[in-house]
């Protein structure tokens, strides 16, 4: 027996690539004093339009809790003299950013420079149900949407006493599909990045804030690695350098919350500007 496809998944599916997206840079989800210019796509960048630089990734690269002058996308662009536009998505995924770039790229033409920074790769993108993952969204609406997930996330922090003695639909995501389906994913989807901007003579500078990622990503072409990555993710007040940049604002930020600070956002854009030459 062939069973029906819900009546909603096949318009789902079939969704081109698209910059329009519901709240590319919501900051509700915290405590968040800083203000965030939008334009009108709703992205924290310059209006979109043709461009020389490209800058894609997740919340780090919105760069939540920083000043926009602060953020590295807005340094790289200082520091190159290059125009910018930043495809910052919050809760992004591999498969995200590379549909941004090529929905950017169709509706404005190639820039001269795409910097990735990546997430972890246990985060892809996929169709579900509102009311089957109500452990990453608490949100009890019926229907379907693509929404980019973690599997990392829903999983953390659950302790299972005794093992169920049956098991009743509608699953988490997190109970049905191993890490490897979001790692499948997501190294697809960066290998889809590289092969594209090859083919469109884009260069192509990758790196990731995420230690695990780091470790997969390593030898990927375009990768360059943050020294003191560890260290930045885990103990960033104890990486002692830039004082004289920076001065008394060198952790201004979120640099122990989970968000970079304006130091580890100097860091990659210096990192991305030395790759760029």
Known sequence: MIKKIHPKATESIALEFSLDIESPT??????????????????????????????????????LGVDEEDIWPALVSDLTGM?????????????????????????YGPPKVVCALYPGMYRFKTM????????????????????????SFASEGLEVEKSVEYAKRPFNLNDVLSYEV????????????????????????????????????????????????????????????HVQKLGDTKHVGRDSSGHMGSHQHLHFAELFVGGIK
């Not at 004093?33 to 939008?38: A, E, K, R």
């Not at 125009?83 to 509706?107: C, D, H, P, R």
């Open 26 to 63: 919501k900051s509700v989800f915290i405590e968040d004093p800083t203000h965030y210019n939008l334009n009108s796509k709703g992205f924290r960048s310059p209006e979109f339009g043709p461009r020389e630089l490209l800058t894609v990734g997740c919340s780090q690269t919105v760069g």
């Open 83 to 107: 125009s910018y536009a930043n495809l910052g998505i919050v809760g992004n995924s591999a498969q995200g950013m590379f549909e941004n770039v090529v929905a950017y790229v169709k509706a």
């Open 128 to 151: 579900l149900r509102k009311d089957a993952n109500v452990a990453l969204y608490h949100d009890k609406a019926k229907g379907l949407e693509v929404k980019n997930v973690n599997l």
């Open 182 to 241: 979001g790692l499948y994913q997501s190294l697809s989807a960066v290998n889809s990045l590289i092969e594209f901007c090859n083919v469109a003579d884009i260069k192509l500078v990758l790196s990731t804030w995420e230690p695990d990622a780091n470790e997969l990503l390593k030898g990927k072409y375009g990768f360059i690695e943050l020294e003191n990555l560890s260290k930045f993710f885990y103990t960033p007040t104890e990486v002692d350098c």
